[in-house]
């Protein structure tokens, strides 16, 4: 397992947290996704074969702006 956290340039509300966490949730090898409001980041776990670029992508399809990624 990995986890991957994404740091975002802005999380405005309660409704973004609920459509970046259940769109990540739903991607197949996500085992969690998890918005940390005041830090507009969001933590990822999930299997080895998950790419970072892949969970950014998904993030700027929604519409938010990726600053950086730390992977472990």
Same mark, same amino acid.
């Given at each position: 397992?990995?986890?991957?956290?994404?740091? *975002?340039?802005? =999380?405005?509300?309660?409704?973004? #947290?609920?459509?970046?966490?259940?769109?990540?949730?739903?991607?197949?090898?996500?085992?969690?996704? =998890?918005?940390?409001?005041?830090?507009?980041? =969001?933590? =990822?776990?999930?299997?080895?074969? #998950?790419?970072?670029?892949?969970?950014?992508?998904? #993030?700027?399809? *929604?519409?938010?702006?990726? #600053?950086?990624?730390?992977?472990?």
């Amino acid at each position: 397992m990995k986890k991957t956290v994404i740091q *975002l340039e802005t =999380v405005t509300c309660p409704s973004c #947290i609920k459509r970046i966490e259940g769109t990540l949730g739903k991607q197949k090898g996500v085992l969690s996704a =998890v918005v940390k409001f005041n830090a507009s980041k =969001v933590e =990822v776990n999930h299997e080895d074969n #998950i790419l970072s670029d892949d969970l950014t992508k998904v #993030i700027q399809q *929604l519409g938010y702006h990726v #600053i950086e990624v730390h992977q472990s």
